[in-house]
């Protein structure tokens, strides 16, 4: 812990304000005392932790730490000055409060996931940032800034505002940076290329003793990287790369591990974040069924109701029929593969009727108490969504099906009928997006008909936190998996497309990109003949 001075009582001159360590709790650890001779318990997001044989500095020191940040300097010049008791030793005082020193340091080491570590300047009302832990695997390791060598956020870090601070965060750290003052804020804005503590502090008013120990908080925490290498010259200690002034003609840009990790290389830093935050272990973010907007918003209704436009009533296939017809399903997985070659044969209301009917419809209606004081509704479908959310809705962009006027349709799942709600005129969003899912899917020619999956994220959102967005991506997959498993058992030609433009599809559905976002699609037409010579 060369880096720390935690317990440090030296009092510099007036005119250079200093950095002092504070020490605090997780506002979530709650912390039961007992008598003097039962175990500390303190008990957190992540379990219970004892400490069988807490000294009274201990239990003085996370005493104080629940309340808030404190200085370790003043619990032990609380002890020598006697105001706290200690138990006697033969070294005296002083071995009292070495003994003690260490035995603080220690528990606080053993309980790093519920420690908060901030820094404040002398005198100052607030801290500059503190340093918290997220997961239970946490762990601060402190060492020392060299001033010479170039820092870097990682290119994983993002800011963003929570309350009336800013929140420094990334998918590759157990820690989230609370930056409280504006002195914080601006070392962090800094770091957007690399610099040294030096060339930082020559653009801020802080003194650069200050900016290293800012700087060596987000170094502990993985924020902010150090350039790899040495230095180019051991006269002036001038890294390569540098900042401009700093840089031999010649040098190459300094390099950062991070930058060649294979491991890193292949996540983009929003793929990362989404992953690790729509997971447990790596955050400490509410998760799972919470019902957290149930007290402020009621829930979204089980069946979206119908927009305006006229209805087109589809056939119902007798399913007993469909049964005896169908090929084995062994033999259905087998044949499915995306088809991006059409037939010459136009598809029919019978075949598009079935398709969705067999795929997506509601098979019953039924209600359940949830969240709060709210009664849920909920449908049962021929696909699975966690929570019988089935917040999915499907419109189809229709170029060309026998008695279907072409344009956009919404599927009404409970009723199994269309509702016109766009035309597909020249110059219209619907040729744009049928043109759209030929390109994206690498289709010979514009489908018959596109199907594009929207979700009324809020079905999903007033229920759970943490899982929304992720959780719609897998019904997505849920749902395109079983159309490609009917169309092949009818025969027709199914290819899920791999993206596509979310306002495009705003505009050609007539939705809200924030309500209902577009999260898939999927193009169908009929089949081609297979040739005589094809297997």
Same mark, same amino acid.
């Given at each position: 812990?060369?880096?720390?001075?935690?317990?440090?009582?030296?009092?510099?001159?007036?005119?250079?304000?200093?950095?002092?360590?504070?020490?605090?709790?997780?506002?979530?650890?709650?912390?039961?005392?007992?008598?003097?001779? &039962?175990?500390?318990?303190?008990?957190?997001?992540?379990?219970?932790?004892?400490?069988?044989?807490?000294?009274?500095?201990?239990?003085?020191?996370?005493?104080?730490?629940?309340?808030?940040?404190?200085?370790?300097?003043?619990?032990?010049?609380?002890?020598?000055?006697?105001?706290?008791?200690?138990?006697?030793?033969?070294?005296?005082?002083?071995?009292?409060?070495?003994?003690?020193?260490?035995?603080?340091?220690?528990?606080?080491?053993?309980?790093?996931?519920?420690?908060?570590?901030?820094?404040?300047?002398?005198?100052?009302?607030?801290?500059?940032?503190?340093?918290?832990?997220?997961?239970?695997?946490?762990?601060?390791?402190?060492?020392?800034?060299?001033?010479?060598?170039?820092?870097?956020?990682?290119?994983?870090?993002?800011?963003?505002?929570?309350?009336?601070?800013?929140?420094?965060?990334?998918?590759?750290?157990?820690?989230?940076?609370?930056?409280?003052?504006?002195?914080?804020?601006?070392?962090?804005?800094?770091?957007?290329?690399?610099?040294?503590?030096?060339?930082?502090?020559?653009?801020?008013?802080?003194?650069?003793?200050?900016?290293?120990?800012?700087?060596?908080?987000?170094?502990?925490?993985?924020?902010?990287?150090?350039?790899?290498?040495?230095?180019?010259?051991?006269?002036?200690?001038?890294?390569?790369?540098?900042?401009?002034?700093?840089?031999?003609?010649?040098?190459?840009?300094?390099?950062?591990?991070?930058?060649?990790?294979?491991?890193? @290389?292949?996540?983009?830093?929003?793929?990362?974040?989404?992953?690790?935050?729509?997971?447990?272990?790596?955050?400490?973010?509410?998760?799972?069924?919470?019902?957290?907007?149930?007290?402020?918003?009621?829930?979204?209704?089980?069946?979206?109701?119908?927009?305006?436009?006229?209805?087109?009533?589809?056939?119902?296939?007798?399913?007993?029929?469909?049964?005896?017809?169908?090929?084995?399903?062994?033999?259905?997985?087998?044949?499915?593969? &995306?088809?991006?070659?059409?037939?010459?044969?136009?598809?029919?209301?019978?075949?598009?009727?079935?398709?969705?009917?067999?795929?997506?419809?509601?098979?019953? @209606?039924?209600?359940?108490?949830?969240?709060?004081?709210?009664?849920?509704?909920?449908?049962?479908?021929?696909?699975?969504?966690?929570?019988?959310?089935?917040?999915?809705?499907?419109?189809?962009?229709?170029?060309?099906?026998?008695?279907?006027?072409?344009?956009?349709?919404?599927?009404?799942?409970?009723?199994?009928?269309?509702?016109?709600?766009?035309?597909?005129?020249?110059?219209?969003?619907?040729?744009?997006?049928?043109?759209?899912?030929?390109?994206?899917?690498?289709?010979?020619?514009?489908?018959?008909?596109?199907?594009?999956?929207?979700?009324?994220?809020?079905?999903?959102?007033?229920?759970?936190?943490?899982?929304?967005?992720?959780?719609?991506?897998?019904?997505?997959?849920?749902?395109?998996?079983?159309?490609?498993?009917?169309?092949?058992?009818?025969? @027709?030609?199914?290819?899920?497309?791999?993206?596509?433009?979310?306002?495009?599809?705003?505009?050609?559905?007539?939705?809200?990109?924030?309500?209902?976002?577009?999260?898939?699609?999927?193009?169908?037409?009929?089949?081609?003949?297979?040739?005589?010579?094809?297997?």
């Amino acid at each position: 812990m060369s880096a720390e001075r935690p317990f440090s009582t030296v009092v510099p001159p007036q005119s250079e304000r200093r950095c002092v360590a504070l020490w605090s709790l997780r506002e979530d650890v709650l912390v039961d005392m007992g008598d003097p001779n &039962s175990p500390v318990v303190l008990s957190g997001r992540w379990g219970e932790t004892r400490l069988h044989r807490a000294g009274p500095p201990v239990r003085e020191a996370l005493r104080r730490m629940s309340l808030g940040p404190i200085s370790l300097a003043n619990v032990v010049a609380e002890m020598a000055a006697g105001s706290i008791a200690c138990p006697r030793s033969p070294g005296g005082r002083t071995a009292i409060v070495s003994g003690a020193q260490a035995e603080i340091l220690m528990v606080l080491h053993r309980l790093q996931h519920m420690v908060v570590r901030s820094l404040t300047l002398e005198g100052a009302d607030q801290p500059l940032l503190s340093v918290v832990p997220i997961a239970q695997s946490a762990r601060y390791r402190p060492d020392a800034v060299d001033r010479r060598r170039p820092v870097r956020l990682s290119r994983f870090a993002f800011l963003r505002s929570e309350g009336e601070g800013l929140v420094l965060e990334s998918p590759v750290s157990l820690h989230r940076v609370v930056l409280h003052a504006p002195e914080a804020a601006w070392v962090v804005g800094m770091l957007g290329r690399a610099l040294t503590v030096d060339e930082i502090a020559a653009c801020v008013p802080l003194s650069a003793a200050v900016v290293a120990e800012v700087v060596g908080h987000l170094l502990s925490t993985g924020m902010v990287l150090s350039a790899d290498g040495t230095p180019s010259g051991e006269d002036d200690g001038t890294w390569p790369g540098g900042s401009d002034e700093g840089r031999v003609s010649g040098d190459a840009a300094p390099g950062f591990a991070e930058d060649q990790d294979p491991a890193l @290389l292949s996540w983009g830093a929003v793929d990362l974040l989404f992953h690790s935050r729509s997971t447990l272990g790596r955050h400490d973010a509410d998760f799972g069924a919470t019902y957290p907007l149930a007290e402020r918003l009621p829930p979204a209704p089980a069946v979206k109701p119908l927009p305006d436009g006229p209805r087109i009533p589809l056939p119902r296939p007798p399913l007993s029929e469909v049964t005896a017809a169908d090929p084995p399903f062994t033999t259905v997985v087998e044949k499915r593969h &995306s088809i991006r070659t059409y037939g010459s044969e136009q598809l029919t209301v019978a075949a598009l009727g079935e398709f969705l009917y067999r795929g997506l419809r509601v098979r019953s @209606l039924h209600e359940r108490r949830g969240g709060g004081q709210h009664r849920e509704a909920y449908t049962d479908r021929p696909y699975p969504s966690g929570g019988r959310a089935y917040e999915l809705e499907f419109y189809l962009t229709v170029r060309d099906c026998a008695g279907i006027p072409s344009g956009t349709h919404y599927y009404a799942p409970l009723e199994h009928c269309l509702v016109q709600i766009g035309d597909g005129g020249p110059g219209s969003a619907t040729s744009e997006l049928l043109a759209e899912a030929q390109i994206t899917a690498g289709l010979d020619d514009p489908p018959a008909v596109v199907i594009t999956i929207t979700s009324r994220i809020h079905r999903l959102s007033w229920k759970y936190s943490g899982l929304p967005y992720a959780l719609t991506l897998k019904h997505v997959g849920a749902v395109v998996q079983n159309l490609y498993l009917i169309g092949t058992a009818m025969g @027709l030609a199914t290819c899920a497309l791999g993206s596509g433009d979310v306002e495009l599809a705003a505009r050609t559905t007539g939705t809200d990109w924030l309500t209902e976002p577009s999260v898939g699609g999927f193009a169908l037409g009929v089949a081609p003949v297979p040739s005589p010579t094809s297997s």
